[in-house]
């Protein structure tokens, strides 16, 4: 693989989908258990915004390293790696991906092991962290101008 162009499109896109699952969760009754909980409807639409907003931050992750780098991944957690190895992001950044990646695997493989308790939590702690993720690949986005095809 070698490297090329990033798609602002793909990118633009990508981010768009993680704003629109943020808002998603912010939009649900968090500020109590008991009215998170009254509804089932709640649980399965935070669990979903939130495996949904992940899966974007590793896909602009993995087009980022692919189109721009040439380096494939496999893993999720190695997306994180490769990142900063290649400059996208900075140590902490790397670390907290990885962090996020563990969630990601959590949400997905050991979805029943998720309690109600944690994922309200999760949901009014720790979404910071995505939007953390979300700031710092626009941020990529914008200072790397000359890695970036702007073509449809």
Not at 29 to 52: G, H, I, K, Y
Not at 96 to 111: E, S
Not at 136 to 142: E, I, K, N, P, T
Request: neutral net charge; contains cysteine.
């Amino acid at each position: 693989m070698s490297p090329g162009k990033v798609s602002r499109r793909i990118l633009l896109d990508r981010l768009s989908w993680v704003d629109r699952m943020i808002s998603g969760i912010r939009s649900l009754p968090l500020q109590s258990m008991s009215a998170f909980a009254s509804d089932s409807r709640n649980v399965w639409t935070a669990e979903s915004c939130l495996r949904r907003a992940l899966e974007a931050l590793f896909d602009i992750g993995r087009h980022v390293l692919a189109k721009g780098f040439g380096k494939g991944v496999s893993e999720y957690r190695e997306i994180a790696d490769k990142l900063a190895e290649s400059g996208v992001l900075s140590g902490p950044q790397s670390q907290l991906l990885k962090i996020l990646a563990g969630y990601r695997n959590r949400l997905v493989h050991f979805y029943h092991e998720v309690s109600l308790d944690e994922l309200s939590q999760t949901c009014t702690t720790q979404l910071g962290d995505v939007v953390a993720m979300r700031d710092a690949f626009r941020a990529w986005l914008d200072s790397h101008p000359q890695l970036i095809d702007d073509s449809l």
